[in-house]
């Protein structure tokens, strides 16, 4: 999975320099999370970027070259996402970090997550969205970045990883709605190692999830950790 960004003019002939030099090329990957709270990070240059005229007009390539798409928003931008999906039903696209609900867990950036109220406002969009997002059979996500700092965690700042049974009581919620949204075939696990090594460790990580996704199936666990990567990327 490659950089490359579809507004830019020589979006064509960077996909071909892609794919000559490296045949397991599959597709590319272009973040655009950027939260209305300007405390925190934006990861591009404009807030909707999925909507970008020259945007979509190059994200058309995509399904010329038979291309997938890794897709990064925040929470609050997820119908940026439906929409170019719904817009092209022919392209893959891959939603990364499940989506990235900021402050769910408690207070980043200026004011986001600062209540309780707040934090289950948060909690109720994502799931309402995740859910609509899933009716569009082009789209898959991953279950990945769910302990990077944005989220709200507190371990980087006390300086401890996160126990097997607090990554369980935190995101079992998370996965197991994103489960039974898109199901055990349209799912997938990443480590987003090393940006989430400041509040647990890879093998916790994988321990912890790999309890809650067993539980969803007795599949599932081969679905999620092995067969749907192998099938979107065609591996």
Not at 113 to 130: C, P, S
Not at 181 to 195: D, E, K, Q, T, V
Request: net charge positive; hydrophobic share 45%.
């Amino acid at each position: 999975v490659a950089a490359a960004d579809p507004r830019d003019p020589n979006f064509k002939k960077i996909l071909k320099l892609h794919h000559r030099a490296s045949p397991h090329f599959r597709g590319i990957r272009k973040m655009a999370a950027v939260h209305e709270d300007r405390g925190i990070f934006a990861w591009a240059d404009e807030p909707n970027l999925y909507r970008n005229k020259m945007f979509l007009k190059g994200f058309e390539v995509l399904a010329q070259y038979n291309l997938s798409f890794d897709a990064w928003t925040y929470s609050t931008q997820l119908s940026d996402v439906l929409a170019l999906a719904k817009q092209f039903p022919e392209t893959s696209i891959v939603l990364d970090h499940l989506g990235t609900p900021a402050g769910l867990f408690g207070q980043v950036g200026n004011h986001t997550g600062v209540t309780k109220t707040a934090r289950e406002n948060i909690l109720f969009r994502w799931q309402e969205d995740i859910a609509e997002l899933a009716h569009c059979p082009n789209v898959y996500s991953k279950i990945s970045g769910l302990f990077m700092p944005v989220l709200g965690h507190q371990f980087h700042l006390q300086k401890r990883e996160a126990s097997k049974q607090e990554i369980i009581d935190l995101t079992a919620p998370l996965i197991q709605h994103a489960l039974q949204s898109f199901g055990m075939y349209r799912l997938m696990f990443a480590s987003n190692f090393p940006m989430d090594r400041v509040s647990t460790s890879l093998v916790k990580l994988i321990d912890a999830t790999s309890d809650i996704v067993a539980a969803y199936h007795p599949n599932a666990l081969q679905q999620v950790f092995r067969h749907n990567a192998k099938q979107f990327y065609r591996l």
